[in-house]
């Protein structure tokens, strides 16, 4: 067992585990949930499912030229959009100093010429000035810490106009007991995408939100052609067109429950719901 530095916020170390197969998995102090689990030096091994899940977003996207990632845990995400995207750019940003350093030295993560990880606030980079991305990537929630300033109706807007003409964000979302501000934050994704698709995780309670820059005509047949031409030309080890064509459930009606989470609704302890 190896613990890195404290965390930025105080809560304890980052901690990375490797288990008997060689798994790595990262959790913040002693007894916390895995955020993350890597095969060091294998980064097309995704081994948590909704990992496997977010990437239904090529599907949307195919050939995206720039992605942003916020939160990096201990990189599988990055790593493998890295390893079968090469000529892609990737920024990823994460919030702790200690989270990177410990992707870094037990985890297999390295950043180069193209893929670059900022440390910082996720809404302050997405706010400031910078060039827009085909995809972006929202992997900063927990199964029940929820980041209120990630989640709002303003800080979705500022990330759809990072998007490009096209674009799509993919997010990771818990609905259970956890997180009781589920469906407040689909519909809270709802208002601020022209579409918004549901891709539930089997076997857990994770959904991955795929919300899109504008509207799509894409059908089901047309989404699941192009994911089996990405699992095809890009040599995916998984069956991305049967995600899409299992999991697949594009929300065409605003959902009836939940509120908008906004910024003027946040408390100091989290999230505060208003109509």
Same mark, same amino acid.
């Given at each position: 067992m190896a613990a890195a530095d404290e965390r930025d916020d105080g809560s304890g170390p980052?901690?990375? @585990?490797?288990?008997?197969? !060689?798994?790595?998995?990262? /959790?913040?102090g002693d007894g916390g *949930?895995?955020?993350?689990? #890597? %095969?060091?030096g294998e980064p097309l091994r995704l081994e948590l499912p909704y990992t496997r899940?977010?990437?239904?977003?090529?599907?949307?996207?195919?050939?995206?030229?720039n992605i942003l990632a916020i939160g990096l845990g201990g990189g599988s995400i990055p790593?493998?959009?890295?390893?079968?995207?090469?000529?892609?750019?990737?920024?990823?940003?994460?919030?702790?100093?200690?989270?990177?350093?410990a992707a870094k030295e037990y985890c297999g993560f390295q950043e180069d010429a193209l893929l670059r990880a900022h440390v910082g606030d996720g809404r302050a980079f997405i706010e400031a000035d910078g060039p827009p991305y085909d995809?972006?990537?929202?992997?900063?929630?927990?199964?029940?810490?929820?980041?209120?300033?990630?989640? @709002?109706?303003?800080?979705? !807007?500022?990330?759809?106009? /990072?998007?490009?003409?096209?674009? *799509?964000v993919a997010s990771n #979302? %818990?609905?259970?007991?956890?997180?009781?501000?589920?469906?407040a934050m689909v519909r809270t994704y709802q208002v601020s995408f022209h579409g918004l698709s549901i891709f539930e995780v089997p076997t857990t309670t994770n959904r991955v939100l795929v919300g899109?820059?504008?509207?799509?005509?894409?059908?089901?047949?047309?989404?699941?052609?192009r994911a089996r031409k990405v699992e095809r030309e890009r040599k995916l080890p998984f069956r991305l067109s049967t995600l899409v064509a299992q999991r697949y459930?594009?929300?065409?009606?605003?959902?009836?429950?939940?509120r908008v989470l906004t910024d003027a609704g946040l408390g100091s302890g989290g999230l505060i719901l208003e109509e």
């Open positions: 980052v901690i990375v @585990t490797e288990d008997e197969d !060689g798994r790595r998995s990262l /959790r913040f *949930a895995r955020q993350s689990v #890597v %095969w060091p899940m977010a990437m239904v977003a090529l599907a949307f996207v195919p050939q995206p030229e790593m493998f959009l890295h390893a079968v995207l090469p000529d892609t750019h990737i920024d990823v940003v994460e919030l702790d100093a200690a989270v990177v350093d995809l972006i990537f929202l992997d900063a929630y927990g199964a029940d810490q929820i980041p209120g300033h990630l989640a @709002t109706r303003e800080f979705l !807007g500022a990330v759809r106009s /990072r998007l490009t003409r096209g674009g *799509a #979302v %818990w609905e259970s007991a956890g997180n009781p501000h589920y469906e899109l820059e504008g509207p799509s005509r894409l059908t089901r047949e047309a989404l699941v052609e459930r594009p929300l065409t009606r605003r959902l009836g429950r939940g």
